[in-house]
């Protein structure tokens, strides 16, 4: 008698069956992470704790995680945190350039030569950065930064910055690109 043989293969999928994607445990933690912090926000800045109130502030918040968890945390690789922590770190000295800035504009306006000091520049740079969300921080932190506000930035890193007089213009891209390289993990 002949024998026949039979070979069963078996299907990867079928072995992963019933468990969830990796893209489905990462959308629903960035859900997570999105809906704590909005309604941690919204319980802080609220101050009130009625019930009806709470109902509503979380059922805003699940709309708004809902809706933007991808904005909030766009993935949330290992390398993410990273950046985000360093994004933190960032703050602080941010805030202190941006008081500096505030007491060179008030030293402009109220210096009796003010329309000596003031002198507009339009200054234009390359940046070496790559990644679309450095490009934009450095941007919107030159922005931030009164005195200084950032006309163009293209994907390429080309930056065209209006500042206020001499003194500011000089001082671009300076240490703030550094430091946002740094954030992203990008070269100089």
Known sequence: MGGTSVTVLHDEAAKDEGKP???????VLSFSITFILMFSTWLVLSG?????????GA????????????LLFPSLEPGYFKIFFRFIMYLPWLTWEIVKANFHLVYLAFH?????????????FKTNLKSDMA????????TLTPGTITVTA?????????????????????????KVA??????L
């Open 112 to 124: 009796p030569r003010m329309h000596d000091l003031i002198d507009p520049q339009m200054v234009t």
């Open 182 to 187: 740094n954030i992203f993990g990008e070269d």
């Open 59 to 70: 059922f805003s918040s699940f709309l708004v995680a809902y809706y933007f968890k991808d």
């Open 21 to 27: 994607s990796s893209s489905f445990i990462k959308s």
């Open 48 to 56: 009130i704790f009625e019930p009806l109130l709470l109902g509503l």
């Open 135 to 142: 490009i934009t921080t450095l941007a919107n932190s030159i």
């Open 154 to 178: 293209d994907h390429e890193g080309v930056f065209r910055v209006h500042a206020i007089d001499r003194e500011m213009a000089e001082g671009l891209p300076g240490a703030m690109l550094e």
